[in-house]
C-alpha cells in the first residue's frame, strides 16, 4: 500500500517556509511527476521520489504566481501502478 502527502499550495519567497513543492511518499518501487502549466507547457519533471521544486522552469527561470497541474506516476513496493493527478497553487 502506497502512502503519501501532496501539498497544494508553496510560497516560494526565500522565507524557508513552504518555498518547495515535495511529497512525502513510502513504500515506493518506481516514480516519476511532471509539473505544468495552464497551457500545457512542461516545467518540471523527475524520478526522484525525493524532488524538491522551488517554483522554477526547466530554464531557470522564476514561475508567476498561478495554479499549475501536476501528474505523479509511480509503482509501489506492491507492484501496484499509482496515478495521482493535482493541482498545486505558488502564491
Do not use: C
Amino acid at each position: 500500500h502506497l502512502l503519501w502527502f501532496v501539498p497544494n499550495v508553496i510560497t516560494p519567497n526565500n522565507d524557508r517556509v513552504n518555498d518547495e513543492f515535495f511529497i512525502e511518499a513510502e513504500n515506493i518501487e518506481e516514480f516519476y511527476i511532471m509539473i505544468y502549466s495552464k497551457a500545457n507547457v512542461k516545467l518540471f519533471e523527475s524520478t526522484d521520489p525525493n524532488f524538491k521544486w522551488n517554483g522554477y522552469n526547466m530554464y531557470g527561470q522564476k514561475v508567476p504566481r498561478d495554479n499549475y497541474y501536476y501528474l505523479i506516476k509511480a509503482v509501489g513496493k506492491d507492484q501496484k501502478p499509482y496515478s495521482l493527478p493535482g493541482q498545486l497553487e505558488i502564491r
